[in-house]
């Protein structure tokens, strides 16, 4: 942890602080409007390409038949799934997540770049793909992940399915800020997790109100069939970065001290 952002978070352990509605969202919507296209235009690639790549794999695996009988609607009803079965989907969907968050992180390192007028390239995208960062932020998002999917899979399996989407979000509100921590803050995984959820538990109705509206946002990109959505969620990146610009900030030092790890 750089010293400034642990003087602020010591600070804010004793006083909290002071967080405006307003002031994030008009923050984070003048910073999305100068990642919207470029951004969307690489998650939108990103995403082709991996869907791609993914769906070439798992056909070379199992084989074309394999594949289209599990793909059947009444072979997707987690009713119908034994336990076991379902604790391995939720393994693998921990341990693809935990690959790509270098690539959120990326997205929201975009944001801080926008703010600053400083360029941006698809190489942003990918340049926490690098120690230190790549083993802090595959921990920390494996860690949630598996523990927020193994109980929602639990309670779903026991078809409470509104309680597993509560947790689903409670875990993800709490957590909003560990990646932030981790590429801006030099946290390690685990502290990352616990100053995350220290710091939004200060504000936590208010922060949970600004993703239920930035969320409302991102879906109207499900408009013209559901392509304008790659171009839509770059704003919640850039939320995430205005919400940790707002409360633990960026200081002369912490920036110089930024730029020279990466």
Avoid: W
Avoid at 40 to 59: N, P, Q, Y
Avoid at 65 to 76: C, G, I, S
Avoid at 126 to 140: D, H, R
């Amino acid at each position: 942890m750089n010293k400034t952002t642990q003087k602020r978070i010591s600070e804010i352990k004793q006083d909290g602080y002071n967080l405006d509605f307003g002031n994030v969202f008009n923050h984070a919507f003048e910073n999305y409007k100068k990642i919207a296209l470029y951004g969307g235009l690489i998650i939108f690639v990103f995403f082709v390409l991996l869907s791609i790549l993914g769906f070439g794999i798992v056909m070379a695996m199992f084989g074309a038949p394999a594949v289209l009988d599990f793909l059947k609607p009444e072979n997707l009803k987690l009713e119908e799934m034994a336990l076991p079965t379902l604790l391995i989907i939720t393994g693998i969907s921990a341990l693809t997540s935990s690959l790509f968050s270098p690539f959120t992180a990326g997205l929201i390192k975009m944001a801080y770049c926008a703010e600053r007028d400083e360029e941006f390239h698809v190489s942003t995208m990918f340049e926490f793909y690098k120690a230190p960062y790549f083993k802090e932020l595959f921990i920390a998002t494996f860690l949630v992940s598996m523990t927020s999917s193994i109980i929602s899979t639990i309670i779903n399996f026991a078809q409470i399915p509104a309680l597993g989407f509560i947790v689903t979000v409670t875990v993800t509100l709490f957590t909003i800020l560990m990646i932030p921590l981790i590429i801006f803050g030099n946290l390690k995984a685990v502290e990352a997790i616990e100053t995350s959820i220290l710091l939004v538990s200060k504000q936590p109705l208010m922060l949970l109100g600004l993703i239920v509206i930035a969320s409302i946002g991102v879906m109207v990109g499900l408009i013209g069939c559901c392509i304008g959505l790659f171009f839509t969620l770059p704003f919640m990146y850039s939320l995430y970065y205005a919400i940790y610009s707002e409360i633990v900030g960026f200081e002369n030092e912490s920036e110089i001290e930024f730029q020279e790890r990466i």
